[in-house]
């Protein structure tokens, strides 16, 4: 296991700063109430996961964070095993050998390095927040693998990434980098000839992301810009700190990404199941829970986000759904609560 380099860059993913010396009963009380998770193989990952959320004891999104951290393994397995089925780097021996090179960007809890280098991948995890490498290097650690994990940001230079890898993965990312315009240009210049780009994206549009967000669960925090966002959660948590910087759609993804030289193609996957039914029973369930959502947004900003849910609303119903293009792309931009897609370099 290679040591962490480069110098951190503050980051929050979670709603409060840890206080120094969380205390030991903090730790105990979560490792008691998720204990469900915790096996002989995750054993000391999760301990350290107590340890980590023990400032989130009384937090109500304290399960959320935890359960999200605790899987973390088992979402990188799906998405190799959704890569081994669909994007071969290597035609003429697979996706995955002692030769194929991966890169996760924001490698977090260390779950896609685990999972990858689990089949045979040489992994490398970059992370700005060294509580996150701390807990990577743990959770790799445990299962007897190695990765090579960096502690920097992947918006500066990293000149030996370039040219480096066959596969990127950012799952989870996108939304939080505030320099995306540097950051789709490292990608780019980090691929390997024939490599790709692996990315989950949460989508701001599905409709019970609206209801409850998939980082607060805020009501209607999704629809504001990233100023109006954070001072709904300073008003919310005090202390809190916001790093959702952006919910673009496919299509302004797509604009984006080939103006940086890469093209982005969402998965079948993403469509599976998906109907405009379906779409339109999450709308108006979200409709049904307007008045009592709003009440839950801080006093200062419930007239922000009552604007903002009713234009949301007034979008989807004049979305257009006659055709059954029209009807792809409507189940496209509201259906999933994630995009799955993967980006190349164009010549």
Same mark, same amino acid.
């Given at each position: 296991?290679?040591?962490?380099?480069?110098?951190?860059?503050?980051?929050?993913?979670?709603?409060?700063?840890?206080?120094?010396?969380?205390?030991?009963?903090?730790?105990?009380?979560?490792?008691?109430?998720?204990? /469900?998770?915790?096996?002989?193989?995750?054993?000391?990952?999760?301990? =350290?996961?107590?340890?980590?959320? !023990?400032?989130?004891?009384?937090?109500?999104?304290?399960?959320?964070?935890?359960?999200?951290?605790?899987?973390?393994?088992?979402?990188? &397995?799906?998405?190799?095993?959704?890569?081994?089925?669909?994007?071969?780097?290597?035609?003429?021996?697979?996706?995955?050998?002692?030769?194929?090179?991966?890169?996760?960007?924001?490698?977090?809890?260390?779950?896609?390095?685990? !999972?990858?280098?689990? /089949? $045979?991948?040489?992994?490398?995890?970059?992370?700005?927040?060294?509580?996150?490498?701390?807990?990577?290097?743990?959770?790799?650690?445990?299962?007897?693998?190695?990765?090579?994990?960096?502690? $920097?940001?992947?918006?500066?230079?990293?000149?030996?990434?370039?040219?480096?890898?066959?596969?990127?993965?950012?799952?989870?990312? *996108?939304?939080?980098?505030? /320099?995306?315009?540097?950051?789709?240009?490292?990608?780019?210049?980090?691929?390997?000839?024939?490599?790709?780009?692996?990315?989950?994206?949460?989508?701001?549009?599905?409709?019970?992301?609206?209801?409850?967000?998939?980082?607060?669960?805020?009501?209607?925090? *999704?629809?504001?810009?990233?100023?109006?966002?954070?001072?709904?959660?300073?008003?919310?948590?005090?202390?809190?700190?916001?790093?959702?910087?952006?919910?673009?759609?496919?299509?302004?993804?797509? &604009?984006?990404?080939? =103006?940086?030289?890469?093209?982005?193609?969402?998965?079948?996957?993403?469509? !599976?199941?998906?109907?405009?039914?379906?779409?339109?029973?999450?709308?108006?369930?979200?409709?049904?829970?307007?008045?009592?959502?709003?009440?839950?947004?801080?006093?200062?900003?419930?007239?922000?986000?009552?604007?903002?849910?009713?234009?949301?609303?007034?979008?989807?119903?004049?979305?257009?759904?006659?055709?059954?293009?029209?009807?792809?792309?409507?189940?496209?931009?509201?259906?999933?609560?994630?995009?799955?897609?993967? !980006?190349? =370099?164009?010549?």
């Amino acid at each position: 296991m290679n040591t962490p380099r480069e110098k951190p860059v503050s980051d929050s993913r979670e709603p409060l700063s840890a206080p120094v010396g969380a205390s030991s009963a903090a730790q105990a009380d979560i490792a008691e109430r998720f204990a /469900r998770f915790r096996t002989p193989e995750n054993a000391g990952f999760f301990d =350290a996961l107590a340890r980590h959320f !023990a400032h989130l004891r009384d937090h109500p999104v304290l399960p959320l964070h935890f359960e999200y951290a605790v899987t973390a393994n088992e979402r990188g &397995r799906d998405a190799a095993e959704k890569l081994s089925r669909r994007f071969p780097v290597h035609r003429s021996r697979g996706l995955f050998s002692r030769r194929t090179r991966v890169l996760d960007v924001g490698c977090a809890y260390g779950g896609f390095l685990v !999972a990858f280098a689990e /089949r $045979g991948a040489r992994v490398t995890g970059i992370e700005r927040d060294e509580r996150y490498v701390r807990l990577a290097v743990e959770n790799v650690r445990q299962h007897g693998l190695d990765a090579d994990i960096v502690l $920097g940001d992947a918006t500066a230079a990293h000149p030996a990434f370039r040219g480096r890898f066959d596969l990127i993965t950012a799952n989870d990312v *996108v939304e939080h980098v505030p /320099r995306l315009e540097t950051f789709l240009a490292n990608l780019r210049e980090w691929l390997a000839p024939g490599g790709a780009v692996y990315l989950e994206i949460p989508n701001g549009a599905y409709p019970p992301y609206v209801r409850k967000d998939g980082h607060h669960e805020l009501f209607g925090i *999704v629809l504001l810009d990233f100023e109006e966002a954070s001072d709904y959660v300073a008003r919310h948590s005090p202390g809190g700190r916001y790093d959702t910087y952006h919910y673009l759609g496919p299509e302004a993804y797509a &604009r984006l990404f080939a =103006a940086h030289g890469l093209s982005f193609d969402v998965l079948p996957d993403n469509l !599976a199941g998906l109907t405009v039914a379906g779409v339109l029973a999450q709308v108006e369930e979200l409709r049904a829970g307007v008045e009592a959502g709003v009440a839950t947004v801080p006093a200062e900003s419930r007239g922000l986000v009552r604007q903002r849910v009713a234009e949301y609303l007034a979008r989807v119903e004049a979305a257009p759904r006659a055709t059954q293009e029209e009807r792809r792309r409507f189940v496209l931009e509201y259906g999933p609560s994630f995009w799955i897609a993967l !980006a190349r =370099a164009r010549a």
